[in-house]
């Protein structure tokens, strides 16, 4: 059974930055694919980005430039480093994870919140 546990989230200014984490239990190399998740209140979950196990990744445009996704497959962890932090990145952040190919994703963390004053 794979867990997720999502770490790193705080409150920070406008153009700061954080480190979210996601700590993997169970065999890192079994997920094909994981990703990163945000949702702001009243507003849909929205995908930020994502890591495969071969090391390409995938930036939402909102996010690219400034957000970067990583997998460190030895340290079974998923990370978001999140840079020039923006007040519309306020959201709960979570890590996802699948065994597919595909955006399905059966496996989920509690979140972490993030939340950048202007």
């Known amino acids: 059974q794979v867990q997720l546990v999502e770490s790193g989230g705080g409150l920070v200014q406008a153009g700061g930055s954080l480190r979210l984490s996601c700590a993997v239990s169970?065999?890192?190399?079994?997920?094909?694919?994981m990703a990163w998740y945000r949702q702001a209140p009243g507003k849909e979950r929205e995908l930020v980005a994502t890591a495969d196990k071969n090391g390409g990744t995938y930036s939402a445009v909102s996010v690219k430039g400034r957000f970067t996704v990583s997998r460190d497959n030895i340290q079974n962890t998923l990370y978001l480093q999140m840079n020039s932090l923006k007040p519309e990145d306020t959201a709960m952040y979570y890590c996802?994870?699948?065994?597919?190919?595909?955006?399905?994703?059966?496996?989920w963390g509690q979140g972490t919140q993030v939340t950048v004053s202007s």
């Open positions: 996802a994870a699948t065994r597919e190919s595909i955006f399905s994703w059966p496996y």
């Open positions: 169970g065999n890192i190399f079994s997920l094909n694919l």
